[in-house]
């Protein structure tokens, strides 16, 4: 088996080659045995509201009973959830799949058209929406299947008087609330309060049932929603914890939700991970608001914190971060993106612990492979494949390729979608008849098990006929001292093909592209040299953050 499975002989001591798939049927019995075992702990925190297991438990019971007897939706109805990280959230996910439902998680900074699709293709029933985003759902109601809306506002459950005050602000100070008016609609705390006094039906959950309807591929044209079974994630769920598990205290840790719970990675990682670990989610509701964030992280006693490569480095580059009491602090998972190894060293150097790196997709559940978090440094890979899952690079042909060969990394494994929602030919391009999920990535493996992104295939830079890839340029740079971020796309040039192009945040203001270039020379093969240096005061990011190359490439201009 290790020969054709090298990373088993390089896992973490305890941690086995398969997980226990027969242990839980659904993350609805995941849910309900850690409210049982946990039931006095906090679970989730958001602006210093903590709610229990057992709160958790009373709330999402009568969230679910509500949806059944008075929204009057059966087993496998879909409910949309556009919410920012609030203690909403995991009320509504959680009763949602109690009664047997499947979730459809909805990125709140959609716009109208994004939205109508998503709707649409999923074909909700209902949809859970903050104030702040309603009227954009307002313009789109009318041509969607959606029969209810609920409401909410980021103060509705943060009590007296506290909850009131911060709904004030953001309607009447902050003006963060659109005009909207949406006829039927009813507002979550009254779901709340008229589902307990309803019972929850005992709905049979089975493990290909689909909980989540996971969207995808937005920035590669129609997003496409990944149907992720309850199987699929309680095989992530219990990779991820066997994982993590000599790290994480049962009972005992602090998570730091930050990336968004429509996100994949917090959905899974932050949200159901550590929920079966009995752990506390403080929900960041806004980590664009950097100072705010670093303030939040001085009262919380984290213990670990998940995030994307601009996520942790813009923690490292505002003022107090570095201050803040790291004694708790066991360790960082960075994935969404590569992790620069610029900022991983300099994160080591600031808080004590590395920032150790995992890769895993939406199609996926989402996590492939992830580094041993006993690693004391950095080391340029997305680590080892998780227990129960086989990756292998493949070349063009579909032929596997040795160790040290670059081709695309190809998963196979418990955690790999049923598929995309609808759409069988989709789903035929990126599944092969072996059950191999094609990732669009580039990537080879060493010797010892452990992969290396090379990068997105679709991302790659052609320069006379030479590979040039992004993640290795941006690599580079990000060393710099005088660069915050940067991205490297390919624009077209008529001797070669395609050039480098590099776009900066900077970090000094007397920084110049000759000083990049120089830099450059020093470290990179002529060929993978900018040809082009542009400045800009900031890159356009997803909602996540993650650096959106395919913008900037359909903006390049060289020069």
Known sequence: MSTDRPWLSSYPAGIGPEVDMDEFASIVDILESSCERFRDKDAFENMGKSLSYDDIDRLSRAFGAWLIHECKLKKGDRVAIMLPNVLQYPIAIFGALRAGLTVVNTNPMYTARELKHQLNDSGASAIVVLDNFAATLQQVLADTPVKQVIGT????????????????VLKYVKKAIPEFRIE?????NDV?????????????????????????????GVSKG???????????????????????????????????????????????????????????TNPRDMPGFVKDLGRIPFTCLTGVNTLFNGLLNTPGFAELDFSRFKFALGGGMAVQRAVAERWKKVTGKPLSEAYGL??????????????????????????????????????????????????????????????????????????????????????????????????????????????????????????????????????????????????????TAESVKAHCKEHLTGYKQPRYVEFRSELPKSNVGKILRRELRDSAKPG
Not at 184 to 188: D, L, M
Not at 203 to 214: G, K, N, R, Y
């Open 184 to 188: 039927g609609a009813v507002r979550f």
């Open 226 to 284: 990944a149907m992720l079974t309850h199987r699929n994630l309680v095989a992530n769920m219990q990779q991820s914890s066997q994982w993590i598990g000599k790290r994480a205290a049962i009972g005992e840790e602090h998570i730091i939700t930050a990336l968004p719970l429509y996100h994949i990675f917090a959905l899974t990682a932050n949200c159901l991970v550590f929920m079966k670990l009995g752990g506390v989610n403080h929900l960041i």
């Open 362 to 511: 939406t199609e996926t559940s989402p996590a492939v492979c992830m580094n041993p978090l006993d690693l004391p440094d950095y080391n340029g890979s997305i680590g080892l494949p998780v227990p129960g899952t086989e990756v292998c690079i493949k070349d063009e042909e579909g032929a596997k390729l040795p160790v040290g060969e670059v081709g695309e990394l190809c998963v196979r494994g418990p955690q790999v979608m049923k598929g995309y929602w609808q759409r069988p030919e989709e789903t035929a391009k990126v599944i092969d008849e072996d059950g191999w999920l094609h990732t669009g990535d580039m990537a080879k493996m060493d010797k010892k098990g452990y992969f290396f992104i090379v990068d997105r295939k679709k991302d790659m830079i052609l320069v006379s006929g030479f590979n040039v890839y992004p993640n290795e340029i941006e690599d580079v740079i990000a060393t710099h001292p005088g660069v915050l971020e940067v991205a490297a796309v390919g624009v077209a040039d008529e001797k070669s093909g395609e050039a480098v192009k590099v776009v900066i945040v900077k970090k000094d203001p007397s920084l």
């Open 153 to 168: 506002g980021v103060g509705d459950l943060l009590g007296f008087p506290k909850g009131p005050i911060v709904n004030f």
């Open 192 to 220: 709340l309060a008229r589902g307990a006094r309803l019972s929850l039906p005992q709905t049979d959950v089975q493990p290909e049932d689909i909980a989540f309807l996971q969207y995808t591929g937005g920035t590669t």
